[in-house]
């Protein structure tokens, strides 16, 4: 059974950067799209950016230009570069996967990162 393992979150202050990383351990087949979300306490969880096999990213349009997805297949690891960082970015981050350990596609969750920016 694999996981995704997440790193990266923390505290800083608004205007500033984060980068967070997300790998997927086990004997993978192959990792389909991989993507970030964030759960803000008492919102739903929402899509932050994700990004295909191929290399194709789509991104929230709260961050759109400010945020960066980018995967690194020989690693099995998907990133999240955050600059300009603004208070409403304050939540937990998750990753997502779509991973194959050779028994088919599952949808695979990493526990959360806490990114905190204050003003």
């Known amino acids: 059974q694999g996981q995704l393992v997440e790193s990266g979150g923390g505290l800083v202050q608004a205007g500033g950067s984060l980068r967070l990383s997300c790998s997927a351990s086990?004997?993978?087949?192959?990792?389909?799209?991989m993507g970030w979300y964030r759960q803000a306490p008492g919102n739903q969880r929402e899509l932050v950016a994700t990004?295909?096999?191929?290399?194709?990213?789509d991104y929230a349009d709260s961050v759109k230009g400010r945020f960066t997805i980018s995967r690194d297949n020989d690693k099995n690891t998907v990133y999240l570069q955050m600059n300009s960082l603004k208070p409403e970015d304050t939540a937990v981050y998750y990753c997502?996967?779509?991973?194959?350990?050779?028994?088919?596609?599952?949808?695979?969750w990493g526990q959360g990162t806490q990114v905190t920016v204050s003003s």
């Open positions: 990004i295909a096999s191929g290399g194709y990213t």
């Open positions: 086990g004997s993978i087949f192959s990792i389909n799209a």
């Open positions: 997502n996967a779509d991973l194959d350990y050779g028994l088919g596609r599952h949808d695979y």
